[in-house]
């Protein structure tokens, strides 16, 4: 199952978490409730799946998985920037 996760984080953030949501419990056991997912999904692909795998490790959010979750969100931002900035062209 994993090398399918794997292959779909590959292919598109969204389709992982849709993954996630529909054949495995991991959103479920990493967020309390079913909005964080949702607005996750939407709005921060990335950083959903970097904070999944972060409390799925059963880490706290320092050193390096902190880093992760930082670079992730970084990632979101960019792609949202860069979107914004090539429809103004």
Do not use: N
């Not at 079913?34 to 709005?43: A, D, E, N, R, S």
């Not at 799946?49 to 320092?62: D, K, N, P």
């Amino acid at each position: 199952m994993g090398c399918i996760l794997s292959a779909i984080v590959g292919l598109g953030s969204r389709a992982a978490i849709a993954y996630m949501y529909m054949e495995t419990t991991y959103l479920q056991r990493a967020f309390d409730s079913q909005l964080w997912p949702l607005l996750g999904f939407i709005f921060m692909p990335l950083t959903t799946l970097a904070y999944t795998w972060t409390v799925l490790e059963g880490r706290s959010m320092e050193g390096p998985y902190a880093i992760v979750v930082g670079v992730a969100v970084l990632m979101d931002i960019g792609v949202i920037g860069f979107g914004t900035r090539r429809r103004k062209s």
